[in-house]
């Protein structure tokens, strides 16, 4: 895997507001081939499932759809930066392929078509404000997000202090993170985050690619397929979620986790809590 070093002034901005933005994260010609996947499936999926109960389509563990999406695990410009700000010991937990058609006719402006959450299903029911920080996601956008109102991701500046609730205004149009196709942005489990109307007439695409420590359980799959596993190099069957055993998850032995002599030789400072007690704490 290529090296990209978490700046000073990144590892600042993430830790205080929750998400970095990472702008031409990927290059035009990955845009297109991602996006050309995408559609596919997109279009696929519409002939046979059709859209969900609140109005867009997706793919849950959709890295096995397509070689392209396999490229993205470990992809340069982002994927370095999350085992900086997390450590060695993480995985992939979700990807997730998602499409926004354009809003009905007569959509307020005020309407969320997913409202503001935090991810991790249970875990803030479960741990309340004690949560840390456990997983990364990626966002990548494959579509133009730079006009207001086209089903852009909101997100809450410092809402990684989790005594931090969501707005009830209504009207946070304002918190729009608008992007670029090839734009991507980085934002952690305990981050509020929304998406409001597309009332554009292009449908928004978008891959979120979610790394989170190996003692988490994924989101979307138990295993990945062996014949998948067969064609990745060692970082990325760690990525992938292999291990040697089933205490390999709890206890990594080296086989386990390339990822950490990876970031010894690339990060000069330590991989883990254990070695430094605080520097990942991830609280307040």
């Not at 985050?193 to 695409?205: E, I, K, P």
Request: with cysteine.
């Amino acid at each position: 895997m290529e090296h990209t070093p978490l700046t000073h002034e990144q590892r600042q901005s993430f830790d205080r507001d929750g998400y970095l933005v990472i702008k031409s994260a990927l290059p035009p010609r990955m845009v297109d081939r991602t996006r050309l996947a995408a559609q596919r499936l997109y279009e696929e999926g519409l002939s046979t499932t059709g859209l969900n109960a609140r109005g867009y389509w997706e793919m849950r563990n959709c890295l096995p759809a397509d070689d392209v999406f396999l490229e993205l695990l470990d992809w340069p410009t982002t994927v370095p930066l999350i085992v900086q700000l997390l450590n060695h010991n993480i995985q992939m937990i979700t990807s997730h392929l998602i499409a926004r058609p354009p809003s009905p006719t007569g959509t307020r402006r005020d309407y969320f078509q997913s409202g503001w959450h935090r991810d991790g299903g249970t875990a803030s029911a479960d741990l309340g404000v004690a949560q840390p920080r456990m997983f990364i996601k990626v966002a990548y956008w494959l579509t133009d997000l730079t006009e207001a109102g086209r089903g852009a991701i909101r997100v809450l500046p410092e809402s990684n202090d989790t005594r931090i609730q969501a707005p009830t205004e209504g009207d946070e149009e304002h918190l729009e993170l608008r992007a670029e196709p090839g734009d991507a942005v980085l934002f952690e489990n305990r981050t509020l985050h929304a998406v409001g109307a597309n009332f554009s007439d292009v449908t928004r695409l978008s891959l979120f690619y979610g790394y989170g420590y190996r003692w988490l359980r994924p989101m979307d799959y138990i295993t990945q397929p062996r014949e998948l596993l067969d064609r990745c190099d060692p970082i990325r069957r760690q990525l992938l979620g292999d291990c040697t055993d089933a205490m390999g998850y709890q206890i990594p032995t080296a086989d386990d986790v390339p990822l950490k002599p990876w970031l010894s030789e690339h990060v000069d400072t330590p991989s883990t809590f254990e070695e430094m007690p605080g520097t990942f704490s991830g609280t307040r």
